[in-house]
């Protein structure tokens, strides 16, 4: 199957056993324009290090990902597939160890990726402190308020890679209700350390130096999870009546985003375990743009607290290290499992009765994108409540079909937009295309642009047909990436518009629109945002 549009077809990965898992994680970051920014911003500063004679970090995992995202962003007009190994062979030698053969969880192996190439870039940052920014990369900070006395917790920070969102045991939520939800939270039979002590000073009989003491406690503006000196403590834990119900507070912890990331990994997590695990067929919706709320007053308290505390280390953070333990041995466990036996590498791919739908159509570039679109009303600045309102825009859902223990996985991605040049004719994208790697499916470009110009639609066709049989490599007609930015006589190729996503089962690759992903509700897993403001 030839196909004469640019963005018809893209580059799949082979699935010989257990491979999906994988596979829908690496195409998923191969649709984010800001991953393959920050990748490039790396490379030009380990360069530039390099250069100086600096001794440089291990950079394995961003030097594999770079290469296999490269290929999988390549234009390319006939099917082509890759294997994913390459890339999960890195990931082994990283850690020493063997990834199992067993079925695993994408959630995890994102997890792994994502804590893997941080720890790199935080080891990078060791040695030169101005390396740029980590894109997925955000802080949550949480909080609690005992409902009885009124008074809050000191705010913990803790750094986000993924948003994990519980889904709950509905029939139907949309992900802005989720995302309210995990904001805040009820928790009963807290020990509030002020409530406790409260609780003693009107009940004691008579007054003591330790009580005193207490009562100073409490105009000191305690917070209700302060710790109290040995002394203090242990009379409060020994006073009679202290552990009974009656002492104990409703907290209501409250929880946000403080620094959002560039890029948002949103994790539906449908695990239901009670007499065994279940999958939650509750039907998630959501939209192609997510607003976050963001307190301003919240993220300059974390950019005045001393970093370092909350950078990463050289020990594992915990949530690497259950996936370390679940990616690479022989332990089940995971969320969702890959079904060796479904759908296992999309044989059946119609190459002579799929409908190529090649004839060119064309729409004028009037709106240059959904972000400049939005530009004028949907980045909200710092409202009067110290919110800000950050926009995010879908760019791929992983979904998962099947039960808890066996089940397949599939990726929606979305397209590079092509624009044709009125002058020259030639296809070209924005998305930033990744530096310092070989396009393998450039190759004899020069010659298939000329021969695109001198073939009329037909012969076109069977001249490029004819000369792809017992090729090796693709070619491709002119397509400039990184081109020069678009001016009103271009045209974007109007299938881009009418059928933005790609639906990659492995290695089978179908073209469908908005709606096709917004419906697959009941099957979303994981959805991946990028900022556009």
Known sequence: MFSKRPDKLTTGLI????????????????????????????????????????KLPSFELHQALIHLLSKLQETVYRPRV??????????????????SVSQHDAHELLQLILETLEREHVQLRKTAPNVPEFPFKGEVSSQLRCMRCGKKSSTNYNPMMILSLPVPQESSIDLESMLRGSESDIIDDYSCTRCKINYILSTAKQNS???????KKLNDELLINDDLEPELDE???????????????TVHKETSIILPPKL??????????????????????????????????????????????????????????RAISSILEEKPGAEFLEDSGVHSDGEDENPDNQDDDDDEELEDDDDDDLAAKMEDHNISPDADDGIKTITYKLNAVVRHQGSHSLGHYECYRRKPVFYKNAVTGEYYQKFPKLEGVENEAKENEDTAATDM????????????????????????PSVFENAQPVIARDKKLASSVKNPFWRINDSKITECSLSDVMDDSRAVYMLFYERID
């Open 15 to 54: 699935n010989m056993t257990t491979d999906c898992f994988a596979n829908v994680c690496l195409q998923a970051l191969a649709s984010l324009p800001g991953l393959n920014e920050y990748l490039n911003a790396m490379t030009e500063f380990r360069n530039s290090l390099v250069e100086q004679g600096a």
């Open 82 to 99: 890759l294997s994913v190994w390459e890339f999960l062979h890195v990931i082994e030698k990283i850690y020493n160890s063997k990834i």
């Open 209 to 215: 130096p330790i009580l005193n003491k207490l009562k």
């Open 235 to 249: 009379f409060v834990q020994n006073y009679e009546g202290i552990k009974s119900a009656n002492v104990k507070s």
């Open 264 to 321: 948002l990994a949103v994790h539906l997590s449908r695990s239901i375990y009670d007499t065994q695990a279940r999958r939650n067929q509750c039907n998630v919706e959501f939209k192609e743009i997510l607003k976050l709320n963001v307190d301003t007053a919240e993220m300059e308290k974390f950019k005045n607290e001393d970093q370092d505390q909350y950078d990463a280390t050289d020990e594992e953070p915990s949530q690497l290290t």
């Open 453 to 476: 110009k001198r073939q009329s639609s037909m012969s076109r066709l069977r001249s490029r047909v004819s000369s792809l049989v017992g090729a090796t490599r693709p070619r491709s």
